[in-house]
């Protein structure tokens, strides 16, 4: 049970054992996205290196869904409420680095 708080001693192979544990050794590195719009966009991917053009996957979302909603509660427009889930407009757009695969960030419009 002594071994449960201490990290250090359950892995002796990677550390000095008599070093105390600190919580700056295991914190993580955070990554500002990039600002991405609702287009493909030439960029530097930050984890390759590489110049790219970003790849762009599309998502429906609550923004979707509320305005095929309205659409089917007015009489007028009730055959038109399909045609929100064909339009990209009212979708999220999600980049990625077409070289390793790396999420950039989203579009929601």
């Known amino acids: 049970m002594d071994n449960f708080m201490n990290p250090q001693k359950l892995h002796k192979g990677l550390q000095e054992p008599d070093k105390p544990w600190s919580f700056i050794e295991s914190a993580l590195i955070a990554r500002h996205a990039p600002e991405v719009g609702p287009h493909p966009m030439k960029m530097k991917c930050p984890s390759c290196a590489k110049q790219i053009t970003s ?55």
Do not use: N, Q
Request: with cysteine.
């Open 55 to 109: 790849h762009i996957d599309t998502e429906t979302y609550s923004k979707t869904h509320f305005c095929a909603a309205a659409l089917i509660m007015t009489i007028v427009c009730c055959p038109l409420s399909c045609l929100v889930y064909l339009i990209d407009t009212w979708k999220r757009k999600h980049h990625y680095c077409p070289e390793c695969k790396m999420y950039l960030g989203t579009y929601s419009g």
